[in-house]
Protein backbone atom coordinates (compact mmCIF):
# COMPACT_ATOMS: atom_id res chain seq x y z
CA UNK A 1 0.00 0.00 0.00
CA UNK A 2 1.68 3.45 -1.08
CA UNK A 3 2.17 5.80 1.73
CA UNK A 4 2.62 9.35 2.42
CA UNK A 5 3.87 10.35 5.83
CA UNK A 6 3.78 13.88 7.79
CA UNK A 7 5.43 14.22 10.98
CA UNK A 8 2.84 16.01 12.94
CA UNK A 9 -0.90 15.75 12.71
CA UNK A 10 -1.30 18.94 14.27
CA UNK A 11 0.99 21.83 15.22
CA UNK A 12 0.65 25.28 17.42
CA UNK A 13 3.94 27.58 16.98
CA UNK A 14 4.17 31.28 18.02
CA UNK A 15 4.63 34.30 15.34
CA UNK A 16 8.09 34.69 14.59
CA UNK A 17 9.47 30.83 15.19
CA UNK A 18 11.05 29.00 12.66
CA UNK A 19 8.70 25.45 12.00
CA UNK A 20 9.81 22.55 9.93
CA UNK A 21 7.13 20.18 8.36
CA UNK A 22 8.68 16.74 7.05
CA UNK A 23 7.24 14.62 4.58
CA UNK A 24 8.23 11.15 3.39
CA UNK A 25 6.84 8.71 1.08
CA UNK A 26 7.56 5.08 0.31
CA UNK A 27 7.05 4.99 -3.59
CA UNK A 28 10.19 6.17 -4.99
CA UNK A 29 8.27 8.98 -6.55
CA UNK A 30 10.73 11.21 -8.36
CA UNK A 31 8.00 14.46 -7.42
CA UNK A 32 7.01 16.02 -4.19
CA UNK A 33 4.81 18.76 -3.57
CA UNK A 34 3.67 20.84 -0.51
CA UNK A 35 0.25 22.46 -0.93
CA UNK A 36 -2.07 24.92 1.29
CA UNK A 37 -5.70 23.72 2.07
CA UNK A 38 -7.49 26.96 3.05
CA UNK A 39 -11.75 26.62 2.98
CA UNK A 40 -13.18 28.22 -0.06
CA UNK A 41 -9.79 28.29 -1.57
CA UNK A 42 -8.98 24.34 -2.71
CA UNK A 43 -5.32 23.20 -2.84
CA UNK A 44 -2.44 26.21 -3.50
CA UNK A 45 0.71 24.68 -4.51
CA UNK A 46 3.33 26.26 -2.48
CA UNK A 47 6.66 24.73 -3.97
CA UNK A 48 7.44 21.27 -5.38
CA UNK A 49 10.85 18.90 -6.47
CA UNK A 50 11.27 16.87 -9.58
CA UNK A 51 14.59 15.46 -7.90
CA UNK A 52 16.67 15.37 -4.78
CA UNK A 53 17.65 19.06 -4.32
CA UNK A 54 15.73 20.28 -7.23
CA UNK A 55 13.23 23.02 -6.73
CA UNK A 56 10.55 24.82 -8.22
CA UNK A 57 8.15 28.24 -6.55
CA UNK A 58 4.50 27.29 -6.54
CA UNK A 59 1.70 29.66 -6.89
CA UNK A 60 2.21 30.89 -3.35
CA UNK A 61 5.74 30.53 -2.24
CA UNK A 62 6.44 33.50 0.01
CA UNK A 63 7.20 33.24 3.34
CA UNK A 64 8.26 29.19 2.52
CA UNK A 65 11.27 27.48 1.82
CA UNK A 66 11.66 23.59 1.02
CA UNK A 67 14.39 20.84 1.12
CA UNK A 68 15.10 17.65 -0.14
CA UNK A 69 18.23 16.21 0.04
CA UNK A 70 16.67 12.29 -0.03
CA UNK A 71 14.43 11.08 -2.57
CA UNK A 72 11.97 10.39 0.08
CA UNK A 73 11.98 13.54 1.89
CA UNK A 74 10.43 17.26 1.52
CA UNK A 75 10.74 19.55 4.30
CA UNK A 76 8.81 22.71 4.21
CA UNK A 77 9.78 25.38 5.99
CA UNK A 78 8.35 28.42 7.89
CA UNK A 79 11.35 30.61 8.24
CA UNK A 80 9.38 33.29 10.89
CA UNK A 81 6.10 31.98 11.38
CA UNK A 82 3.06 34.89 10.87
CA UNK A 83 -1.05 34.35 11.92
CA UNK A 84 -1.56 34.53 8.34
CA UNK A 85 0.22 31.23 7.86
CA UNK A 86 -2.19 29.13 9.99
CA UNK A 87 -3.70 26.82 7.71
CA UNK A 88 -3.84 22.62 6.61
CA UNK A 89 -0.42 22.05 4.85
CA UNK A 90 -0.80 18.61 2.51
CA UNK A 91 2.25 16.62 1.20
CA UNK A 92 2.09 14.99 -1.91
CA UNK A 93 4.19 13.07 -4.20
CA UNK A 94 3.59 11.37 -7.92
CA UNK A 95 5.43 9.76 -11.01
CA UNK A 96 6.74 12.35 -13.63
CA UNK A 97 4.18 11.51 -16.38
CA UNK A 98 0.75 14.29 -16.28
CA UNK A 99 -0.82 11.42 -16.18
CA UNK A 100 -0.02 9.77 -12.51
CA UNK A 101 -2.10 9.92 -9.58
CA UNK A 102 -0.93 12.27 -6.32
CA UNK A 103 -0.64 10.85 -3.39
CA UNK A 104 -1.47 12.88 -0.68
CA UNK A 105 -0.15 12.76 3.30
CA UNK A 106 -2.73 13.39 5.73
CA UNK A 107 -2.06 16.66 6.45
CA UNK A 108 -0.70 19.07 9.12
CA UNK A 109 -2.89 21.22 10.80
CA UNK A 110 -0.77 24.68 11.65
CA UNK A 111 -1.62 27.15 14.04
CA UNK A 112 0.30 29.98 14.38
CA UNK A 113 -0.64 32.45 17.47
CA UNK B 1 -2.01 28.54 -18.53
CA UNK B 2 -3.70 26.19 -16.92
CA UNK B 3 -6.97 26.80 -14.83
CA UNK B 4 -10.23 24.80 -13.42
CA UNK B 5 -13.15 26.21 -12.39
CA UNK B 6 -15.93 24.24 -9.70
CA UNK B 7 -19.00 25.91 -10.23
CA UNK B 8 -20.55 24.23 -6.75
CA UNK B 9 -19.24 24.99 -3.49
CA UNK B 10 -21.53 23.98 -1.47
CA UNK B 11 -24.12 20.81 -2.28
CA UNK B 12 -26.62 19.37 0.25
CA UNK B 13 -28.31 16.04 -0.87
CA UNK B 14 -30.62 13.19 0.45
CA UNK B 15 -29.48 10.18 0.48
CA UNK B 16 -30.64 8.38 -2.83
CA UNK B 17 -30.70 11.40 -4.96
CA UNK B 18 -28.58 12.35 -8.08
CA UNK B 19 -25.36 14.43 -8.20
CA UNK B 20 -23.95 16.49 -10.75
CA UNK B 21 -20.70 18.35 -9.66
CA UNK B 22 -19.26 20.70 -12.34
CA UNK B 23 -15.88 21.36 -13.81
CA UNK B 24 -14.75 23.22 -16.42
CA UNK B 25 -11.25 23.36 -17.07
CA UNK B 26 -9.36 26.19 -19.26
CA UNK B 27 -6.03 24.73 -21.78
CA UNK B 28 -5.22 25.10 -24.99
CA UNK B 29 -3.69 21.44 -25.78
CA UNK B 30 -4.06 18.02 -24.58
CA UNK B 31 -5.10 17.49 -20.69
CA UNK B 32 -5.56 14.94 -18.23
CA UNK B 33 -8.15 15.64 -15.54
CA UNK B 34 -8.63 14.35 -12.24
CA UNK B 35 -11.07 13.90 -9.69
CA UNK B 36 -10.31 13.58 -6.04
CA UNK B 37 -12.49 12.92 -2.70
CA UNK B 38 -11.14 13.94 0.86
CA UNK B 39 -13.58 12.05 3.39
CA UNK B 40 -13.72 13.42 6.54
CA UNK B 41 -10.84 13.04 8.66
CA UNK B 42 -9.25 11.29 5.84
CA UNK B 43 -6.21 11.87 3.29
CA UNK B 44 -7.03 13.30 -0.15
CA UNK B 45 -7.52 10.39 -2.54
CA UNK B 46 -8.08 9.72 -6.62
CA UNK B 47 -11.40 9.20 -7.25
CA UNK B 48 -10.75 8.77 -11.05
CA UNK B 49 -9.24 9.89 -14.00
CA UNK B 50 -9.00 10.87 -17.89
CA UNK B 51 -6.38 10.92 -20.34
CA UNK B 52 -7.41 9.50 -23.77
CA UNK B 53 -9.76 7.16 -24.98
CA UNK B 54 -13.34 6.63 -24.00
CA UNK B 55 -14.34 10.10 -22.75
CA UNK B 56 -17.04 8.50 -20.07
CA UNK B 57 -14.45 7.50 -17.22
CA UNK B 58 -15.48 5.67 -14.38
CA UNK B 59 -14.33 5.40 -10.86
CA UNK B 60 -14.17 4.00 -7.45
CA UNK B 61 -17.37 3.95 -5.31
CA UNK B 62 -20.14 4.46 -8.40
CA UNK B 63 -18.73 7.63 -9.37
CA UNK B 64 -18.09 8.61 -13.24
CA UNK B 65 -17.29 11.60 -15.36
CA UNK B 66 -17.78 13.21 -18.61
CA UNK B 67 -15.23 14.44 -20.75
CA UNK B 68 -16.51 17.08 -22.99
CA UNK B 69 -14.23 19.10 -24.96
CA UNK B 70 -16.11 21.27 -26.84
CA UNK B 71 -17.49 22.17 -23.34
CA UNK B 72 -14.02 21.89 -21.99
CA UNK B 73 -15.75 20.22 -18.71
CA UNK B 74 -15.69 17.20 -17.15
CA UNK B 75 -18.36 16.85 -14.88
CA UNK B 76 -18.75 14.48 -11.91
CA UNK B 77 -21.73 12.00 -11.84
CA UNK B 78 -23.32 9.31 -8.99
CA UNK B 79 -26.79 8.30 -9.76
CA UNK B 80 -27.84 7.66 -6.45
CA UNK B 81 -25.72 9.44 -3.16
CA UNK B 82 -25.44 7.52 0.16
CA UNK B 83 -24.97 9.45 3.42
CA UNK B 84 -21.25 8.04 3.06
CA UNK B 85 -20.40 10.56 0.12
CA UNK B 86 -20.48 13.21 2.18
CA UNK B 87 -17.41 14.66 1.59
CA UNK B 88 -15.20 17.66 -0.20
CA UNK B 89 -14.45 16.92 -3.97
CA UNK B 90 -11.65 18.84 -6.25
CA UNK B 91 -11.46 18.53 -9.57
CA UNK B 92 -7.75 19.41 -10.80
CA UNK B 93 -6.42 19.49 -14.77
CA UNK B 94 -2.73 18.44 -15.58
CA UNK B 95 -1.61 19.92 -19.45
CA UNK B 96 1.50 20.00 -20.85
CA UNK B 97 3.33 19.75 -17.47
CA UNK B 98 2.97 16.77 -14.35
CA UNK B 99 1.81 19.46 -12.13
CA UNK B 100 -1.91 20.08 -11.94
CA UNK B 101 -3.80 22.32 -11.39
CA UNK B 102 -7.07 21.91 -8.64
CA UNK B 103 -10.07 23.78 -8.30
CA UNK B 104 -11.61 25.56 -5.21
CA UNK B 105 -13.34 21.90 -4.16
CA UNK B 106 -17.11 21.76 -3.64
CA UNK B 107 -18.05 20.28 -0.23
CA UNK B 108 -21.28 17.95 -0.86
CA UNK B 109 -23.88 16.94 2.12
CA UNK B 110 -25.76 14.34 2.33
CA UNK B 111 -28.57 13.94 4.73
CA UNK B 112 -29.50 10.04 5.91
Known amino acids: DVKVTQSSRYLVKRTGEKVFLECVQDMDHENMFWYRQDPGLGLRLIYF???????EKGDIPEGYSVSREKKERFSLILESASTNQTSMYLCASSGTDSTDTQYFGPGTRLTVL | AQSVSQHNHHVILSEAASLELGCNYSYGGTVNLFWYVQYPGQHLQLLLK??????LVKGIKGFEAEFIKSKFSFNLRKPSVQWSDTAEYFCAVAGGSYIPTFGRGTSLIVHP
Open chain 1, 49 to 55: SYDVKMK
Open chain 2, 50 to 55: YFSGDP
